[in-house]
Antibody
Framework: EVQLAQSGAEVKKPGESLRISCKGS????????ITWVRQIPGKGLEWMGR????????NYSPSFQGHVSISADRSISTAYLQWTSLRASDTAMYYC?????????WGQGTLVSVSS | EIVLTQSPGTLSLSPGERATLSCRAS???????VAWYQQKPGQAPRLLIY???GRATGIPDRFSGSGSGTDFIFTISRLEPEDFAVYYC?????????FGQGTKVEIK
C-alpha cells in the first residue's frame, strides 16, 4: 500500500528555522516526484514546488522561490520542506503529494503555526 | 503562470441532483493536463480525475471530466451524501503548476 507519512505539527516563532518531512512507502520512492502544497486555514491549495528524488532536481513556484527549499534523501525514502527564517504568514497546513503529474497519493498534512 | 478560475464559487444542490463545475484557464493547458480533486474538512485532497477525463483508481463512474484548451468541466451525475465537499481543478501542463480557487458543493 502506497503511503506518504508526514512529520507532526510544529509551533515556531518568527525567524526560526524548520524542516518538515514526508516519508514514502509501498512504492519505489525514486520513481515518483514529490510535490509540496500549502493550504492556509480556510483557503485553497497552492503548489509550492517539487523534487525528483532520482536526481534531486527541483522546481519551485515563483511565489515560494527563495523562501523555502525542497530536498530528498533516497536512502530513507524521505522528502523535506525547509525554511531558514519563518514568518507568521507561513502558518498553514502543508501537504506532500506524489507526482509527477496529477497527485495520486497525499500525505496527511503537517500543520505549521508561526507566532510570537 | 496559468491562472485557473473555477465557477461557481458555491453550488447548493440536493442529493440525487447533477453537479456541473467549471474550470477556465487563462491560457491553453498543454495536452489536457488537468486534474480534479475532492477535499473534505480535515482531510487531504483526493485525486478524482486526471488528464481532463481519466478517472483515478477506485473513483466511481458518477464522477466525470471533460474539456480541452482553456475550458474544462467536472460533473457528478447524481450527488451522494458523501460528495458534498470542496472541489479543485489543477493544471500540470505548464510550470508552475496551479490550482483553481475551489468550488464548494453544499447541501441545499
Amino acid at each position: 500500500e502506497v503511503q506518504l507519512a508526514q512529520s507532526g505539527a510544529e509551533v515556531k516563532k518568527p525567524g526560526e528555522s524548520l524542516r518538515i518531512s514526508c516519508k514514502g512507502s509501498g512504492y519505489t520512492f525514486s520513481k515518483y516526484w514529490i510535490t509540496w502544497v500549502r493550504q492556509i486555514p480556510g483557503k485553497g491549495l497552492e503548489w509550492m514546488g517539487r523534487i525528483d528524488p532520482s536526481d534531486s532536481y527541483t522546481n519551485y513556484s515563483p511565489s515560494f522561490q527563495g523562501h523555502v527549499s525542497i530536498s530528498a534523501d533516497r536512502s530513507i525514502s524521505t522528502a523535506y520542506l525547509q525554511w531558514t527564517s519563518l514568518r507568521a504568514s507561513d502558518t498553514a497546513m502543508y501537504y506532500c503529494a506524489r507526482g509527477p503529474t496529477a497527485f495520486d497519493y497525499w500525505g496527511q498534512g503537517t500543520l505549521v503555526s508561526v507566532s510570537s | 503562470e496559468i491562472v485557473l478560475t473555477q465557477s461557481p464559487g458555491t453550488l447548493s444542490l440536493s442529493p440525487g441532483e447533477r453537479a456541473t463545475l467549471s474550470c477556465r484557464a487563462s491560457q491553453s493547458v498543454t495536452s489536457t493536463y488537468v486534474a480534479w480533486y475532492q477535499q473534505k474538512p480535515g482531510q487531504a485532497p483526493r485525486l478524482l480525475i486526471y488528464g481532463s477525463a481519466g478517472r483515478a483508481t477506485g473513483i466511481p463512474d458518477r464522477f466525470s471530466g471533460s474539456g480541452s484548451g482553456t475550458d474544462f468541466i467536472f460533473t457528478i451525475s447524481r450527488l451522494e451524501p458523501e460528495d458534498f465537499a470542496v472541489y479543485y481543478c489543477q493544471q500540470y501542463g505548464s510550470s508552475p503548476w496551479t490550482f483553481g480557487q475551489g468550488t464548494k458543493v453544499e447541501i441545499k
